[in-house]
């Protein structure tokens, strides 16, 4: 009998991005945001149905009814046909109803909201977003989704008050606070109970800076409040009495609890980078060292220490592993002086060569963090040892980014470091949703002002201050390109050999300073130092097309794809190629690279210009109406003239056929 656990499921995840995979992890997600956005209707109803009229009208509620029902249609046809045939029976469809129902469903909300079980891990469950990539796809859509979010949000307020409320002792509560603001960061309830633990356990200073990131939280809400009567009398009784030395009532802090480490606060230990260990991949079916196996790995370690947030460690041998793992284990979970472990496996075919690696988290018990499969002929073993090596370097960059970012959430307020900070305010610079992104520009701000030396946050910061001019979001877009402009030089000051901070710079001289050759010298040096940067291969793209050089601007865009085919940054590279294909001329291509990274990211209103652009040249006025709307709603008032203004390309004919083509679509 097949254990339960192993039974095929069809499992849809909401929280995050949404997905549709089998328990052998195939993926049965529809290829167009409406259908999913429909599967995830379905989803949060099921097993009751839903009503067709009602669908209509929440997904395409700007339409005449007959054809919001023949879109409709279409998107049933399409979810059956995602579906089919292992699992279309869960899809019901009659007259008058849809819904998702049947044994062998799993859906990730329903059976978080179901539960009765109350822990931390159920808690922090609910940190996912919900449906985070189907924002703006409409407006009746967009008010659904904005109250199933709130309907989330009660939940896991609930869940985690609970949890608060039986928290027993100073320690415990931390725990507990830490972990609900994670969630909900402007409950003040949950602050109060962080500051108020702090002085029992006789930190004054810790309670002081909980107090302060408080009214940083307060501030970010939409009534800007500051903290409840309540609040300031507690912090008011508590710096009383640090200031007259009264600590009578107050306990010793016991040793296990958490303390500031000696780099605070901006080094954790001393130590900031994030130390990974690459192991020779094992050779399956040879008894023969394989010198691929070594090769590729000494490739990799080179590739990732040229990343300045990452320090590689010696490699370790497998002989070496198991002599030193607990019990003659062939994996050890503790291999001394490094935080992760990349590991994996070759298999040599006739003519061919698999190469499975994957990353490790040695603090996590073994986590995998990210895996990969690469195949590739064996033909010349040095030139595929390099193009592996960067190809596998490259995306685990990105992946070790996200990993570190999350990992960084719960982190206890007296540890959290420099990096901490950095690393929590990318995923607002990805999603670039508007009050995120503000969010993330005063974490870049805190990390600088915990670590003035550190290249890496000059560089992101300057390239925040370039996505708020080129959003629109600038309540003063001269400051903000002066501002812009002093990060990205003080980043390549601090650290010459900085492969990052000298892209971001580029860039920010190329797009805000209109400085496009100056910016090819810096994305050069950027490339020199780490070939596997993709973010630097697509930068660089973009230079080139702003000096007219569409061919070589296609050719590395393209190249930041093959390295980093997952990158959180992957609406950005689409939005590159859609800017040289209109400036090509290849309008239909360009078309289609803007569906694809307006799917990825709706909220990114750089996209929809060239990719409107390119839509009033070929004529497609229906669907360029509903882009220049969409582009409107996240920048109202945006114009030809300042599309006209703010465009960095050097040459008129390239200016000028960016400005045709907005106006052919009917751009104000």
């Known amino acids: 009998m097949v254990p339960f656990d192993r039974q095929p499921s069809l499992r849809i995840r909401l929280l995050g991005h949404i997905a549709v995979s089998d328990s052998k992890d195939r993926s049965f997600l529809p290829r167009t945001r409406k259908t999913r956005a429909m599967l995830a209707v379905l989803a949060m109803a099921s097993p009751r149905p839903v009503l067709r009229v009602q669908l209509a ?48 469903l799993s859906i990730d909300t329903v059976e978080l909201t179901d539960t009765q079980a109350v822990s931390m ?55 507990a606070a830490e972990h609900l603001l994670a969630i909900h960061r402007q409950h003040e309830g949950a ?42 009398e507690l912090i008011g009784r508590i710096r009383a009495q640090a200031a007259a030395g009264i600590a009578a009532s107050v306990p ?16 954790r230990g001393g130590r900031s980078s994030l130390r990974v260990r690459v192991a020779p991949l094992r050779t399956l079916g040879e008894d023969r060292a394989d010198g691929l196996a070594i090769g590729l790995a000494e490739e990799i370690s080179a590739g990732l220490s040229r990343f300045r ?17 607990s019990g003659g284990l062939a994996y050890p979970w503790e291999v001394p002086e490094a935080d992760l472990l990349l590991d994996g496996t070759i298999q040599h075919g006739t003519g061919r060569v ?11 018990g073994g986590e995998i963090v990210w895996a990969g499969r690469f195949d590739r002929e064996m033909t010349d073993p040095l030139a595929l040892q390099d193009e592996l090596g960067a ?19 719960f982190a206890r307020q007296n540890d959290i470091t420099a990096q901490d900070l950095l690393l929590q305010a990318l995923p607002g610079i990805y999603r670039m949703e508007r009050q995120g992104f503000i969010a993330a520009g005063r974490l870049l701000e805190a990390s600088l002002q915990a670590d003035p030396g550190n290249s890496v946050t000059h560089g992101w910061l300057a390239y925040w201050n370039l996505l708020c001019v080129g959003q629109g979001w600038a309540a003063d877009a001269a400051q903000c390109i002066a501002e812009a402009g002093r990060l990205a030089e003080r980043a390549v000051m601090l650290d010459p050999g900085d492969a990052r901070a000298l892209t971001l710079a580029g860039h920010v001289r190329g797009f805000l300073s209109k400085r496009p050759a100056e910016a090819i010298a810096l994305h050069e040096r950027a490339l020199a130092l780490n070939p596997s940067l993709a973010m630097a291969w697509c930068f660089s793209g973009f230079a080139y097309s702003y000096i007219g050089d569409h061919e070589e601007a296609l050719r590395r865009i393209n190249q930041a794809i093959r390295l980093s085919p997952a990158d959180p940054h992957m609406f950005f590279f689409d939005m590159g190629l859609v800017i040289v294909h209109l400036m090509r001329g290849d309008y239909a291509v360009a078309i289609e690279a803007g569906r694809r990274a307006v799917e ?34 996240l920048e109202p008032g945006f114009s030809l003239a300042e599309a006209v203004e703010r465009s960095p390309f050097l040459r008129p004919e390239d200016v000028e056929r960016y400005a045709e083509g907005l106006r052919r679509a009917g751009l104000p």
């Open 309 to 325: 947030w990452i320090s590689c460690v010696p490699a370790m041998t497998w002989r070496e592993a198991a002599e030193t793992s």
């Open 191 to 232: 602050w109060r109970a962080l500051i108020r633990s702090h002085a029992e356990l006789g930190n004054p200073e810790a309670a002081a800076g909980c107090y302060d990131r408080c009214c940083g939280a307060l501030a970010e809400s939409r009534d800007g409040r500051r903290p409840a009567p309540e609040t300031e």
């Open 57 to 104: 009208s929440l997904l395409w509620s700007r339409r005449e009814q007959e054809q919001a029902r023949a879109s409709l249609r279409q998107s049933v046809h399409e979810l059956q046909d995602a579906l089919a045939p292992d699992w279309g029976h869960l899809f019901i469809a009659d007259r008058h109803h849809l819904s998702l129902r049947g044994i062998g």
């Open 391 to 409: 190809t596998i370097v490259a995306r685990i960059d990105p992946e070790l980014l996200r990993h570190e970012g999350h990992r960084s959430n």
């Open 600 to 633: 990825l990211n709706p909220l990114f209103s750089s996209t929809y210009k060239s990719y409107l652009s390119a839509l009033g040249w070929k004529g497609l006025i229906r669907e360029a109406t509903e882009v220049r709307d969409r582009l409107l709603a």
């Open 121 to 175: 891990d159920l808690l922090d469950k609910f940190r996912e977003r919900l449906l985070e990539d189907l924002d703006g796809l409409d407006p009746a859509f967009d008010t659904w989704l904005e109250e199933a979010r709130e309907r989330f949000t009660r939940r896991s307020l609930a869940i985690g008050e609970s949890i608060l409320a039986a928290s027993s002792g100073p320690l415990a509560t931390l725990e």
């Open 252 to 267: 010793a802090v016991p040793e296990t609890a958490a303390v500031p480490g000696p780099g605070w606060p901006g080094q």
């Open 354 to 364: 698999r190469i499975i690696v994957r990353l490790v988290d040695m603090r996590a």
